[in-house]
């Protein structure tokens, strides 16, 4: 029975070992040479859906879209000023949708609108460097589908940011690694380029508009729902991540927490919907272990703390009056282990391996980041611990709508401008 034991312990702590050491190889080769497209700023419109936000940060984030030389669209989603002042002050046309669709009716409504080759998807509160939108079109290789930007969290001095931070730096060695085989998991919904041709049928749709979850409406997933779109079209998704913007972090450490519940949800539902066959197909063995390492390892990690209970337990078994008895006595006393054979070197393997794995993570994560590196590894530690707990909360929680970043009014059967209305599809 305790070799069963130590088996199941084993196996379950070799998961995360593997996945940090895998992503971590990956994601230090050099990526495979390319050669840029050349994208005029007219073939590209930029498209910026805004809902409520704090005027400053709009306005700072839309000078950064007009620096580009592209045109754009803003779509008040019920707003209306000062933004479309704000808009038309930079040139850019504003589409106003007189009652709250959510970020989904505000993207088809404006995608509807558009009419180049290229639309550029930018959250309300990015902020662009110059080039941006130019420099992503460039990765518009035969086949690519959308090209996401590298995440940057604005260094505000708290511990929020910091805590964003270390989040998008281990995203990125993930994707890293994902880009040295292939398409990447999900591109990131606060700036991505998309061929308009091929996601304008697609976010008009009852597919994109109608998520259900249960048989309830849902707000979540606009952007990994675009993203398996792509991916099941037979189209690549990419990175540019020699094309870095900047995203405005939670004030406090409550409002990241909220946020990362928010997309805990959102993870454990395409989770779902890719083991239930509803999610990209015949990606490859590389990209099916990514999706369940990535959105799995919180129940892989839960499962490895549970299982190590039997072993805790066995641990304080009498000893045998050796000298093996007495040496495993003294790591117990000084370390903590086991005290039987079996026992120690079980544990002793898994927090050797699980400490190697995690220190050549944690460098190739900090090789990426600009913000202190002591300050930013001191806050993701915390970032880690609140992460697990949103993930086990989101777990159990998934089919609530969220009080941020949704309405009640987030409805298909509202009208929008310049898309067909459709029948819904049945609740999936």
């Known amino acids: 029975m305790h070799q069963i034991v130590y088996l199941v312990i084993g196996a379950l702590g070799a998961v995360p070992v593997a996945y940090l050491l895998v992503n ?59 933004y479309r002042s704000m808009t038309e002050a930079r040139g850019g046309r504003f589409l106003h949708l007189p009652e709250h669709v959510g970020k989904k009716g505000a993207i088809a409504a404006g995608v509807s609108s558009v009419h180049t080759p290229y639309v550029l998807l930018v959250d309300s509160d990015t902020i662009l460097p110059a080039g941006t939108a130019v420099g992503m079109a460039s990765y518009f290789a035969p086949g690519v589908g959308g090209v996401g930007a590298n995440l940057s969290v604005r260094d505000t001095g708290r511990p929020a940011a910091y805590c964003g931070e270390f989040v998008e730096r281990a995203r990125e060695v993930v994707l890293r690694a994902m880009s040295s085989r292939g398409s990447v998991l999900y591109l990131d919904g606060a700036c991505t380029m998309y061929r308009t041709e091929v996601i ?16 309830r409406p849902s707000p979540l997933g606009d952007d990994w729902l675009l993203t398996d779109h792509l991916l099941r079209e037979g189209l690549s998704t990419v990175k540019a991540y020699d094309v870095r913007v900047v995203t405005q972090p939670k004030e406090t450490l409550s409002e990241f927490v909220r946020q990362n519940v928010r997309w805990s949800r959102s993870n454990w539902i395409r989770l779902g919907r890719f083991l239930s066959g509803r999610g990209p197909r015949n990606r490859g063995a590389f990209f099916t272990f990514e ?25 304080f078994d009498r000893l045998t009056p050796t000298l093996d008895g007495a040496f495993l006595l003294l790591l117990h006393a000084v370390v903590g282990l086991p005290r039987t054979m079996t026992g120690a070197l079980t544990r002793l393997g898994l927090t050797v391996a699980g400490a190697f794995a995690t220190g050549v993570y944690l460098g190739t994560l900090l090789r990426t980041s600009r913000h202190p590196k002591i300050r930013m590894l001191a806050y993701g530690s915390l970032g880690i611990v609140l992460l697990f707990g949103t993930a086990l909360y989101g777990l159990l929680t998934f089919w609530k709508r969220p009080p941020w970043g949704g309405t009640t009014k987030n409805r298909t059967d509202l009208p929008l401008p310049g898309v067909p209305r459709t029948e819904a599809e049945s609740p999936s």
């Not at 754009?72 to 209306?80: A, I, K, M, R």
């Not at 008009?204 to 109608?210: C, H, I, L």
């Not at 999706?291 to 641990?315: E, F, Q």
């Open 200 to 215: 304008r049928p697609f976010v008009g749709s009852p597919s994109f508009q109608d998520l259900r979850v249960l048989g």
């Open 24 to 82: 971590a190889y990956l994601a230090r080769k050099h990526p495979t040479p390319r050669t840029p497209t050349e994208v005029s700023p007219s073939d590209i419109t930029i498209l910026v859906p805004v809902h409520e936000q704090q005027p400053e940060l709009f306005r700072e984030s839309l000078a950064s879209v007009a620096r580009q030389g592209c045109a754009f669209v803003v779509v008040g989603d019920e707003s209306l000023e000062p």
């Open 291 to 315: 999706v369940l390492g990535t959105y799995a390892l919180p129940l892989i990690a839960l499962a490895t703390l549970l299982s190590r209970v039997p072993l805790w337990v066995h641990s």
